[in-house]
């Protein structure tokens, strides 16, 4: 059974940071697109940010440009997501996901979900 498993959410103060990770099993993502996507309460699932298999190419969202970052450990099959700066703005159920179709920013492009992990930021 595939999986993949978000943890290190939780409340954290404005300008503070969390570290984002989502573990799969069941199968191995290495040659996966991995992808980070987030719901706040009352909006759309949102693209956060992507890596493509190596490592070696990522996207952001122009709102977390400079603050998230986005890396992958395909030995553990897992991806991570540093969170800088935090701001109120960026509370919402962070999910994470994979994709073996190039990599999209789309979350309809992406097979394979996580449940989410809350992050919640405090002013």
């Known amino acids: 059974q595939v999986q993949l498993v978000e943890s290190g959410g939780g409340l954290v103060q404005a300008g503070g940071s969390l570290r984002l990770s989502c573990a799969a099993s069941?199968?191995?993502?290495?040659?996966?697109?991995r992808a980070w996507f987030r719901q706040a309460p009352g909006k759309e699932r949102e693209f956060v940010a992507a890596?493509?298999?190596?490592?070696?190419?990522?996207y952001y969202a122009d709102s977390v440009k400079g603050r998230f970052a986005i890396s992958r450990d395909n030995a553990k099959n897992t991806v991570y997501l540093q969170m800088n700066s935090l701001e109120t703005e960026d509370t919402a159920v962070y999910y994470c996901?994979?994709?073996?179709?190039?990599?999209?920013?789309?979350?309809?492009?992406?097979?394979?979900w996580g449940q989410g992990t809350q992050v919640t930021v405090s002013s």
């Open positions: 996901a994979a994709s073996d179709n190039g990599v999209p920013i789309t979350r309809y492009e992406y097979d394979y």
């Open positions: 890596i493509n298999w190596s490592g070696r190419t990522t």
């Open positions: 069941g199968r191995t993502f290495s040659r996966y697109a």
